[in-house]
């Protein structure tokens, strides 16, 4: 692999975190799966789309691959901004949600423009990570994130000069 080398998993939250909405074999397969990459691919940090804000709203103290690299000694990061990081960067997608639009008196959204303010969130997100991901600078790297952003994730890491390899589980 490259000198920046990043491998990026996308999955579900719940698998990511261990949580009561996965199934037990989800979540096992889940680990093995992410310790078999690192094994295979001599990972040497871990970074995740998570935050303790995210966690503390879903009642988990670590997720998975925080468990593996502290088994393992590798460094760990989240790289999802908290909730006040995300006010700061112009990454919060509030206004979608209908109650919040009701209780302002905002009209409706058409669908393109709730694509739209989404894609701006997830991209500000997503630069976020890099930022944090080449403040760590460890490779080779596994990065673990929801499905629904690997292939805007995978163009910016890549525009930015890393050897990116998606992988699955």
Same mark, same amino acid.
């Given at each position: 692999?490259?000198?920046?080398?990043?491998l990026l998993l996308g999955t579900t939250h719940s698998v990511q975190m261990g949580s009561r909405q996965a199934t037990a074999e989800d979540i096992e397969a889940f680990r093995a799966g992410v310790?078999?990459?690192?094994?295979?691919?001599?990972?040497?940090?871990?970074?995740?789309?998570?935050?303790?804000?995210?966690?503390?709203?879903?009642?988990?103290?670590?997720?998975?691959?925080?468990?593996?690299?502290?088994?393992?000694?590798? *460094?760990?990061?989240?790289?999802?901004? &908290?909730?006040? =990081? @995300?006010?700061?960067?112009?990454?919060?997608? %509030? !206004?979608?949600?209908?109650?919040?639009?009701?209780?302002?008196?905002?009209? *409706?959204?058409?669908?393109?423009?709730? &694509?739209?303010? =989404? @894609?701006?969130?997830?991209?500000?997100?997503? %630069? !976020?990570?890099?930022?944090?991901?080449?403040?760590?600078?460890?490779?080779?790297?596994?990065?673990?994130?929801?499905?629904?952003?690997?292939?805007?994730?995978?163009?910016?890491?890549?525009? %930015?000069?890393?050897?990116?390899?998606?992988?699955?589980?």
């Open positions: 692999m490259s000198p920046k080398s990043v310790l078999k990459l690192c094994e295979a691919h001599g990972i040497q940090a871990i970074g995740e789309e998570m935050s303790l804000d995210a966690l503390k709203h879903w009642s988990c103290s670590e997720t998975i691959a925080k468990g593996i690299s502290s088994d393992r000694g590798l *460094p760990h990061r989240y790289c999802d901004p &908290e909730h006040e =990081e @995300r006010k700061i960067l112009g990454a919060i997608h %509030e !206004e979608l949600h209908p109650g919040v639009r009701e209780f302002w008196d905002m009209p *409706p959204l058409t669908p393109e423009q709730a &694509e739209a303010i =989404e @894609r701006t969130a997830f991209d500000r997100r997503e %630069e !976020e990570w890099i930022r944090r991901i080449l403040d760590l600078n460890v490779w080779p790297l596994l990065y673990i994130c929801g499905s629904n952003h690997v292939t805007s994730f995978t163009e910016k890491l890549a525009r %930015e000069g890393m050897a990116v390899q998606d992988v699955s589980l």
